[in-house]
């Protein structure tokens, strides 16, 4: 593991990183979801993939990373591209899971590959949107410290930039920048995910023309069971695109 302090816009974010196969020529840069780190995505990926340099990012304030400020998910994108200039690293193939899918595309890799990626708007339940009705009215009459019993799982225990962070990139639509892609792309899914229904993986290979879509066994972290499958497409895509 290392570190590698990396300015933008005028603040300081500590990035940790790890590099696995140092003296393989391709790249692969993996990156986590929201509230995960890059010890995850290294415990399914790093036995697989050996013909490939693969770099594991604790993404801005998650891991061993810090952030002390608001982000945006475009901040996230921009902070990695400087990381990775920083250790000469290219955009050959990047992987992101969830979050870090928004932050894969946003940086255009020459391949992407996509794990239950966030980035599709899915319209919020009735139940949820009256804990948010709730919690507002609370708020106006000084009961902010219950914001515990009404946020999401995934906001629960953030520091307040995070917190902000999250509001921030919760619910983005993605569709133009997926759109917008214009490389190859594998797009992988868990068939009963629930964080990022398997409506939103079709409607993004459906906007990403040159895509492929897997679907298989499992919720929102399948790939911890079938790395080893999705490491085998990811290689087979890569020497598809090298042939055309």
């Not at 140092?22 to 986590?32: C, E, G, M, Q």
């Not at 515990?148 to 983005?172: G, R």
């Amino acid at each position: 593991m290392a570190v590698k302090s990396i300015q933008h816009n005028k603040h300081t974010f500590d990035i940790s990183y790890e590099i696995i196969n140092p003296s393989a020529k391709v790249d692969i840069v993996i990156l986590h979801g929201w509230g995960s780190n890059k010890e995850i995505m290294k415990g399914s990926f790093s036995s697989y993939l050996n013909d490939f340099r693969h770099i594991y990012i604790d993404l801005p304030g998650f891991g061993k990373s810090t952030c002390d400020v608001e982000l945006q998910t475009s901040d996230v994108a921009k902070i990695v591209e400087l990381l990775l200039q920083e250790i000469n690293g290219t955009k050959d193939i990047i992987m992101g899971h969830s979050f870090g899918g928004k932050v894969a595309t946003l940086m255009e890799p020459k391949m992407l590959v996509l794990l239950s990626s966030a980035g599709i708007y899915v319209p919020k339940s009735l139940k949820i949107r009256t804990k948010i009705a709730i919690f507002k009215i609370l708020k106006l009459f000084g009961f902010s410290k219950f914001r515990s019993l009404f946020v999401a799982e995934d906001a629960k225990a953030l520091s307040e930039p995070m917190y902000k962070t999250f509001k921030n990139v919760v619910d983005e639509d993605f569709s133009d920048v997926f759109l917008s892609y214009n490389s190859k792309a594998l797009v992988c899914w868990g068939r009963d995910d629930t964080a990022t229904p398997i409506s939103s993986g079709e409607k993004i290979v459906s906007l990403i023309k040159d895509s492929k879509f897997e679907v298989y066994d499992g919720d929102h972290f399948f790939f911890t069971k079938h790395s080893q499958d999705i490491s085998s497409k990811i290689k087979d895509t890569f020497l598809e695109k090298l042939g055309n």
